[in-house]
């Protein structure tokens, strides 16, 4: 194992997000089984309170299955500009302690506190004020990984987090810390199936040669993995079994994509109904990029038809992006290019390619009059004030955005 630092890396993550600020919301629901997503049939779990998580449910799970896990489940649609403010709070609460915090999702992000330690105390005591500041101010629960690296760091989270059992829902440590001399013994004694990029079929194959734990992988020759999985797999499943991941927590990194999707309760083959859906994606993924301060060089359209056959089509822009008409205007062209006959079972937009800040270049006639910018921050300003449905794009009546 290589020399590691002090243990000045937290993984901070939310605990069940999306079902505890909806039960935030409804105090009647607390100790009830919530679960967050597509409320059709052909929708599908976003989040699952641990309550409902006793009965299997998981997200990425079919809502249709969910329900005949649990049939006595409250199943609410997702309201993800609810779940976005709380975020920016939530990151801003972060930033209080540090300014190194690098954030992976809505509900999770990286902190380095190595600066905080005078002014905050030890990593561990950071976590724990961490953790009474969200429980205080928002009403929500956290649990804390704080370890020498991102690696460790994530993965002493998830030892922190709440359990689900026969008996149900156990409370978790809450904060769980790995100082550098207890590594090893904390890392070998996971299942191999802890470690990120190992999949089903990475597990049966180490299953196969007599791995199950992450210790007994680190005990094999990085040769035997290079023979098993090949150069770049076999050295990357040694460097983790060694706790080697030298990436820094990097502050305010960029989003590689956005995307947003909608699958339709009935197949739509109305090439009209799909292009006005494309517009009202497009708005919004123009607003969260310009939320964000990137903007988008690819624009990428996904399909999915009823008999489950997926297309995606992308579009490089002729230049960086995040005004909403010019993002609709590449998506309904790529739609155009395909036939739909057979029935659109979901519709996605994506926005790649992103980068930050540097604003967009304006056009010969963004010069001469108002700039698409200022429009979208009039926009911006006025969904902030009066909510995210008081404008919506001419094309997407008030119904469907």
């Known amino acids: 194992m290589p020399q590691l630092g002090a243990a000045n890396v937290l993984h901070v993550d939310m605990d069940a997000f999306f079902a505890a600020a909806e039960v935030l919301r409804r105090p009647e629901l607390s100790g009830r089984p919530v679960i967050v997503g597509g409320t059709g049939d052909r929708g599908v779990v976003a989040a699952a ?4 998580r006793r009965f299997g449910v998981q997200s990425a799970m079919p809502t249709r299955r969910a329900r005949s896990l649990c049939p006595g489940g409250v199943f609410l649609p997702a309201d993800h500009d609810h779940y976005r403010e709380l975020s ?3 990151m801003d609460l972060f930033g209080s302690y540090t300014p190194l915090v690098e954030a992976l999702s809505l509900d999770e992000a990286f902190l380095d506190v190595t600066g905080a330690r005078r002014l905050f105390g030890t990593p561990a005591d950071i976590a724990q004020e961490i953790r009474a ?10 649990s804390v990984g704080v370890a020498p690296n991102k690696l460790l760091a994530k993965l002493a989270s998830e030892s922190a987090k709440p ?10 440590r809450g904060v769980v810390v790995v100082e550098p001399g207890e590594a090893t013994a904390f890392l070998h004694r996971l299942p191999v199936r802890s470690l990120p ?10 299953s196969e040669i007599g791995v199950g734990t992450v210790g007994e992988l680190a005990g094999l020759p990085v040769d035997t993995l290079v023979a098993a999985f090949g150069r770049a797999q076999g050295h990357r499943l040694a460097e983790l079994a060694g706790a080697h991941d030298p990436r820094p927590v990097v502050a305010s990194r960029a989003p590689k994509s956005l995307s947003t999707e909608v699958t339709f ?21 123009g607003s969260r990029l310009r939320e964000a301060g990137c903007t988008t060089g690819t624009v990428v359209l996904k399909l999915r038809f009823g008999d489950f056959r997926t297309l995606t089509r992308s579009r490089t822009l002729p230049r960086a992006t995040a005004h909403a008409p010019h993002i609709a205007r590449a998506a309904r062209s790529l739609l155009d290019s395909l036939e739909v006959d057979a029935g659109v079972r979901l519709l996605g937009l994506a926005a790649a390619s992103l980068s930050v800040g540097g604003g967009e270049q304006l056009t010969l006639d963004e010069a001469a009059g108002a700039p698409a910018s200022a429009l979208d921050e009039a926009l911006d300003e ?15 009546p008030r119904g469907t955005a």
């Open 88 to 90: 920016r709070r939530i």
């Open 133 to 142: 500041d969200l429980a205080r101010t928002e009403g929500l629960g956290c």
């Open 163 to 172: 359990r689900v059992g026969a008996g149900g829902v156990r409370p978790g």
């Open 382 to 396: 006025l969904r902030d004030r009066f909510g995210s449905q008081v404008i919506t794009p001419a094309s997407a």
């Open 49 to 52: 309170s641990y309550e409902a």
């Open 197 to 206: 990029g190992v999949g089903p079929a990475t597990k049966r194959r180490l």
């Open 265 to 285: 309760p009935h197949d739509i083959s109305d090439r009209a109904r799909l292009r006005v859906e494309v517009v009202r994606q497009a708005d919004a993924l």
